[in-house]
């Protein structure tokens, strides 16, 4: 059993920042890599960062220079520091891992989301 477990969603004021977390628990598998995707109301979901586990990082155009993605390899966690959060960009935070299941192959897991308003 393999189980993301997300947290860190809230209220934050425009120009603010946030800390999502993401921890994958369970045994039997192990970490490719890991990432975030967020999903606006009436959008499409979209990729935010990735980062694989030898911590080589990958960011949305619309995220750089204010966005940072970081990993424990020892936890088995994924950390997305967010700066400079714009107005009405209210949107649900989705951890994705892709990983290996020991004597099964690979898999792409979900949490179930964590949601983020930036609002006055």
């Known amino acids: 059993q393999v189980q993301l477990v997300e947290s860190g969603g809230g209220l934050v004021q425009p120009g603010g920042s946030l800390r999502l977390s993401c921890a994958a628990s369970g045994s039997g598998f192990s970490i490719y890599a890991m990432g975030w995707y967020r999903q606006a109301p009436g959008k499409q979901r979209e990729s935010v960062a990735t980062i694989t586990s030898g911590g080589s990082p990958n960011y949305a155009d619309s995220v750089k220079g204010r966005f940072t993605i970081s990993t424990d390899n020892t936890n088995n966690t994924v950390v997305l520091q967010m700066n400079s959060l714009k107005p009405k960009k209210t949107a649900i935070y989705y951890c994705?891992?892709?990983?290996?299941?020991?004597?099964?192959?690979?898999?792409?897991?979900w949490g179930q989301g964590t949601q983020v308003t930036v609002s006055s």
């Open positions: 994705t891992a892709e990983l290996i299941v020991d004597g099964g192959g690979p898999y792409g897991c």
